[in-house]
């Protein structure tokens, strides 16, 4: 017997589907059996590579930015297998890139920037941003709810950053990281 609750996953599949269909001629590349779940927040979208069977949750935001939206190579890269849970935000002004089969918990953001705040008296959004320097994030790490990534930091495959973690600085592969700022409290693996 079909239950409602059946009936709506269905009809949440097939529309999920119905804007992966859609939205995929809009990347620069846009992998097999991607799927984007709506609403789903977009700029710059002609500079982000989503790999094979990449699965983007509701209510996240992947943004390009000023020239890394109109430069020659793709700014973002989503590697394949990967899974973003929803409410996720990838803000990229130069370079971020996701390895193969990453798990986002939600809430995750990740930025190559940071907004500019020097100047008293102005407005932190009329200032811009610095801090530019590209993220990467290696293949099967996973990213507990609410981990935010800085600016330049590279995080070895392998990784496990906990939840509500602040990564300030590299992690090293195979590691566990917590707190904020995020450090590497032991190996992955057996204690």
Not at 100 to 121: C, K, M, N
Not at 124 to 151: M, T
Request: charged share 15%; aromatic share 4%; proline share 6%.
């Amino acid at each position: 017997m079909i239950t409602g609750a059946d009936v709506y996953r269905m009809a949440g599949r097939v529309r999920a589907k119905a804007l992966s269909l859609t939205l995929g001629r809009s990347f620069a590349g846009f992998g097999a059996g991607t799927v984007v779940e709506p609403p789903l927040r977009l700029a710059g979208e002609r500079s982000i590579v989503l790999g094979a069977h990449v699965y983007i949750g509701a209510g996240s935001w992947l943004q390009v930015i000023g020239d890394a939206a109109t430069g020659d190579g793709p700014a973002l890269v989503v590697g394949d297998g990967t899974r973003m849970s929803g409410l996720c935000t990838i803000s990229v002004a130069v370079h971020v890139e996701l390895g193969r089969s990453v798990l986002l918990a939600r809430g995750v953001y990740i930025a190559d920037h940071r907004h500019a705040f020097a100047e008293p008296g102005v407005a932190v959004l009329d200032q811009g941003i610095e801090q530019l320097a590209p993220v990467r994030i290696g293949d099967g790490v996973w990213l507990g709810e609410h981990v935010v990534v800085c600016p330049g930091v590279t995080i070895g495959a392998g990784a496990v950053i906990g939840a509500n973690s602040v990564v300030t600085t590299d992690v090293p592969p195979a590691t566990v990281a917590v707190g904020a700022p995020a450090r590497v409290v032991r190996p992955t693996g057996p204690e």
